[in-house]
């Protein structure tokens, strides 16, 4: 069964720390995976993708990190700000030429606080 | 640029009501489009999706319905609410870029049936 499973569940740090979360799937076949933040009430914004053939990528404070081989992926934070505080989503899709069929994580709720 | 829509941010309907939630995509043509809903504590779950005008798929059996009269315009309808229709809806449509399709999300309708 096709699944994306995150941890931890929820994260709570201090502003300026950095922060790692994980995410694990079992998803085949494999095409990319996704990071989404998702703030409260809102709709989820990308931040990173890559394919299988990419080990990691970065979004300004954002790195993401794949490894295909063992099916994991995880997203650093780096010097943490109070507007990182959201859900964190990975997401998987198994076809590189459409996205009906993306299989999501129930996130990691991140709390920054001061 | 594209920008997506959601009307309403809200809604409180009773048991037994019927819904309609629209959401238009501006900027793009012949977008693929998708309905997602989103209950507390658990991922995304695809509704429905569509390639073009009147094409609609449906992937869970349930008490809602999708449609697409216009190329840019995807609504979700239910005759009748069950208190297991709240949740966060998000339609979200998808434009390719390097060969993988990046995803884009509005900005939700939280429904609360009561």
Redesign the interface.
Known sequence: KNQ?EQSPQSLIILEGKNCTLQCNYTVSPF??L?W?KQDT??????LT?M?FSENTKSNGRYTATLDADTKQSSLHITASQLSDSASY?CVV?PR???????I????TRLQVFP | SQTIHQWPATLVQPVGSPLSLECTVEGTSNPNLYWYRQAAGRGLQLLFYSVGIGQISSEVPQNLSASRPQDRQFILSSKKLLLSDSGFYLCAWTQTASGVYEQYFGPGTRLTVT
């Open positions: 994306v095409s990319n996704r989404y009430g809102r709709g989820p914004v990308s993708i394919t989503i899709s590189p030429w459409g996205t009906d069929k993306l999501f994580g129930t996130g």
